[in-house]
């Protein structure tokens, strides 16, 4: 099944220190993996997507197929990249798009 | 553009109470989606419409939540009867294609609308 797994629920680090919240997935097809985040009193929205291959916020995301994985980094953490970030899953199924989301790690970013 | 819009944004009832949350997604967006948010959990697909047709509705607890997206357009969810476990923020998403650009919709999501059962 797929299936998305952030194995952090919480995550805390230090102003200007660098992060790295874990995402690992189960697909066995050509998997497109995105993150999005929700700030506080916020929607929840778009970060980024691996096909873009762009920075967003500072933040990077590489597809890993042999790991399984799409970690997301940043090299110096903000205060206000403080938020929860979800891994999420896009894959198609009986004809129709769908999208699995992980449970989420609480990022907070300490001054 | 506007954006997703859901209502109410909080409601409480007491457990076996009905509840039903309206949703008016981006204009232009085929797709719609319902989620449940329960505390501490990532959201979980219950239904996602194509214009007015269901597409996947294989999480949706069939005996008691119902969904409707007349016209292809807005959206209702409605519970009935109640339990404790229903407790949860409900977010209604909606995506379609981006222009020029190839692979999965992003979605765009409302604001949600939290649902306390006592």
């Known amino acids: 099944a797929q299936r998305v797994t952030q194995p952090e629920k919480l995550l805390s680090v230090f102003k200007g220190a660098p992060v790295e919240l874990k995402c690992n997935y189960s697909?066995?097809?050509?998997?497109?993996l995105f993150w999005y985040v929700q700030y506080s009193r916020q929607r929840l929205q778009l970060l980024l997507r691996h096909i873009s291959r762009e920075s967003i916020k500072g933040f990077t995301a590489d597809l890993n197929k042999g790991e399984t994985s799409f970690h997301l980094k940043k090299p110096f953490a903000q205060e206000e990249d403080s938020a929860m970030y979800y891994c999420?899953?896009?894959?198609?199924?009986?004809?129709?798009?769908?999208?699995?989301f992980g449970k989420g790690t609480k990022l907070t970013v300490n001054p | 553009e506007a954006g997703v819009a859901q209502s109410p944004r909080y409601k409480i009832i007491e457990k076996r109470q009905s509840v039903a949350f309206w949703c008016n997604p981006i204009s232009g967006h085929a797709t719609l989606y319902w989620y449940q948010q329960i505390l501490g959990q990532g959201p979980k697909l219950l239904i996602q419409?194509?214009?007015?047709?269901?597409?996947?509705d294989s999480q949706l607890p069939k005996d008691r939540f119902s969904a409707e997206r007349l016209k292809g357009v807005d959206s209702t969810l409605k519970i009935q009867p109640a339990k404790l476990e229903d407790s949860a923020v409900y977010l209604c998403a909606s995506s379609a294609p981006l222009a020029g650009s190839s692979g999965a919709n992003v979605l765009t999501f409302g604001a949600g609308s939290r649902l306390t059962v006592l």
């Open positions: 697909y066995s097809g050509s998997p497109e």
């Open positions: 999420a899953l896009s894959f198609f199924q009986g004809g129709s798009e769908k999208l699995v």
């Open positions: 419409f194509q214009n007015n047709g269901v597409v996947d």
